[in-house]
């Protein structure tokens, strides 16, 4: 069974940093896209970051670049989120997601974060 | 970015009966491949996202065959043959032929 379980998220105030983290299971999580998406409240769902199988490739919504970096560890099954100079308009549920064939075929239960002074 | 556009985004429902979505694009989400790569998804409340459809018409496995998808180039639904209880929730259309992937507003489905 696919499982992915994020943690990290939390309370920070603008300008802050959190690092998000999702452990995979159930998978071959070495073989697979991994992606980040979010959920603001009161608004829809959005990509924000993908990586390949090896790390040697991220892509990022505009909105992220230069603050946020995915990243990953295929030897302890895990994707990161590093998110730095955080804004009010980052608050969402944070969900890790597995990617395939231009998709998001599974998701984590999501993290909350909420950045407010 | 390509914009996803639904309609409608609140849609009443009676159980037993018929029910659709529409999802449009602002350009033609058919890839360099061939494939045209539209998604729906469906948020239960207090759930994560669960994908029901990939690829227009795709339906996932353990998705019920009520459910169905179909479309072509920009203009793409959802339908629901005989809605039940299980089904309200907020329903969602997803790009992955570009990037940024990018979902429609999302439409809320109430009896």
């Known amino acids: 069974e696919v499982q992915l379980v994020e943690s990290g998220g939390g309370l920070v105030q603008p300008g802050g940093s959190l690092r998000l983290s999702c452990a995979a299971s159930g998978f071959t999580f070495s073989a697979s896209w991994m992606s980040w998406v979010r959920r603001a409240p009161g608004k829809g769902l959005e990509g924000v970051a993908n990586i390949k199988q090896d790390g040697s490739e991220m892509y990022y919504v505009d909105s992220v670049k230069g603050r946020f970096t995915i990243s990953r560890d295929n030897a302890k099954n895990s994707l990161y989120l590093q998110m730095d100079s955080l804004r009010a308009e980052d608050t969402a549920v944070y969900y890790c997601?597995?990617?395939?064939?231009?998709?998001?075929?599974?998701w984590g239960q999501g993290t909350q974060v909420t950045v407010s002074s | 970015d390509v914009v996803m556009t639904q309609s409608p985004l609140s849609l009443p429902v009676t159980l037993g009966q018929p029910a659709s979505i529409s999802c449009r694009s602002s350009q033609s989400l058919v890839y360099s491949n061939g494939n045209t790569y539209l998604n729906w998804f469906q948020q239960r409340p207090g759930q994560s996202p669960r994908r029901l459809i990939y690829?227009?018409?795709n339906r996932d496995s353990g998705v019920p065959d009520r459910f169905s998808g179909s479309g072509s180039g920009t203009d793409f639904t959802l339908k629901i043959s005989r809605v039940e209880a299980e089904d309200v929730g907020i329903y969602y259309c997803m790009q992955g032929t570009y990037w940024p992937w990018t979902f429609g507003q999302g439409t809320k489905v109430e009896v």
């Open positions: 997601a597995r990617a395939a064939d231009r998709s998001v075929d599974y």
């Open positions: 690829k227009v018409s």
